[in-house]
């Protein structure tokens, strides 16, 4: 599954990009489909995901919101009420296994990330 990740770029405190992910040829359908992100000198965490249902990092509930075109075979991640510390770059990432939906290790397909950089 090929993901391809565009809608990154700069933002202001309190701005609302929107970053995609499309699977060109592919369907998201009967996939897991989230979102990651990584600071410099950090670990990769997850901040959301859905199937059947959505999952949200703490961080990101009331803030940010995935949703999935299926016609499209395009994620989306509704980024509201930036903060300075959402600057990272945000991966899309696919799974068709069952787990864990938080852990990285769960995705075999990714995207090569967008950067979101937030500005005060």
């Known amino acids: 599954v090929q993901l391809v990740e565009s809608g990154g770029g700069l933002g202001q405190t309190g701005g609302s990009p929107r970053p995609s992910c499309a699977a060109p040829?592919?369907?998201?359908?009967?996939?897991?489909t989230g979102w990651f992100r990584q600071a410099p000198g950090k670990e990769r965490e997850f901040v959301a995901a859905?199937?059947?249902?959505?999952y949200y990092a703490d961080s990101v509930k009331g803030r940010f919101t995935i949703s999935r075109d299926n016609a499209r075979n395009t994620v989306f991640l509704q980024m509201n009420s930036l903060r300075p510390e959402d600057t990272a770059v945000y991966y899309c990432?696919?799974?068709?296994?069952?787990?864990?939906?938080?852990?990285?290790?769960?995705?075999?397909?990714w995207g090569q990330g967008t950067q979101v950089t937030v500005s005060s």
């Open positions: 859905i199937n059947r249902f959505l």
């Open positions: 990432a696919a799974t068709d296994y069952s787990g864990n939906y938080y852990r990285p290790s769960l995705y075999p397909y």
């Open positions: 040829g592919g369907t998201f359908s009967t996939y897991t």
